[in-house]
């Protein structure tokens, strides 16, 4: 299992910026992302949390942060161009009449769309929210949205597995707001464990979704496998 942020994750950026300065321009690309991504995990374990309007949880990250960290993260998905088409579609799913789930929705809703203006792997972030009625709502919902990734908001912990089963059938990239979702079969999530924001990513769950993250991220995240 990797580690999460913290003196550990420090240490890997300084190393990956020494391998930049090494080898030069044969792995610039690959190197800088990582090193980018280690930076921003660090800067948000360094800044006070922000008000996200609603309490957060004990483990979670303040949505402005984690959605940033989700996003850098995706760009490591060696398949990402093939499974989505002209733009990266995000359904927020969340389940209708739970106060906390549909509050969740618009709060990550709105932490996504501020990042509409930028682009993953060259695509543009589409968002939307998407109410959890059961296995084949979510299947048509998926299929006519060209849904390319979910965030699965609380309130459907239970629901996981009828989820994970529509997502490896259509290869839709799952994200869970809780850590219990990640460790029963969501492929990724971004937490505070022991005080450290931390990429939780569950390995054979992400390929089952047609995800193939690289090496680079498997050594920043603590990985399921």
Do not use: W
Not at 25 to 53: D, E, H, Y
Not at 77 to 94: K, P, T, V
């Amino acid at each position: 299992m990797g580690g999460g942020a913290g003196p550990g994750l420090t240490s890997q950026l300084a190393h990956r910026m020494h391998e930049f300065r090494r080898h030069g321009s044969r792995t610039k690309g690959a190197l800088f992302a990582a090193a980018l991504l280690a930076l921003q995990i660090t800067s948000v374990i360094s800044i006070a949390p922000g008000r996200s309007g609603r309490a957060l949880a004990e483990d979670e990250v303040p949505p402005s942060r984690q959605v940033v960290i989700i996003m850098r993260a995706l760009a490591y998905d060696g398949n990402l161009r093939s499974r989505a088409g002209e733009a990266i579609n995000l359904g927020i799913l969340y389940r209708k009449g739970h106060p906390r789930s549909e509050q969740m929705a618009g709060t990550m809703a709105k932490a996504f769309g501020a990042l509409a203006s930028t682009q993953v792997s060259g695509l543009p972030i589409v968002v939307s929210r998407l109410p959890y009625a059961g296995v084949e709502a979510l299947r048509k919902s998926i299929g006519a949205g060209g849904v390319d990734m979910v965030y699965v908001c609380e309130g459907l912990d239970a629901e996981v597995g009828a989820i994970t089963d529509v997502t490896r059938r259509s290869k839709v990239l799952s994200v869970g707001s809780r850590q219990e979702q990640v460790e029963k079969g969501l492929s990724l999530g971004v937490f505070q464990v022991d005080s450290r924001t931390t990429i939780l990513l569950n390995l054979p769950a992400s390929r089952h979704e047609g995800v193939a993250f690289a090496a680079d991220l498997l050594r920043l995240a603590a990985v399921i496998r």
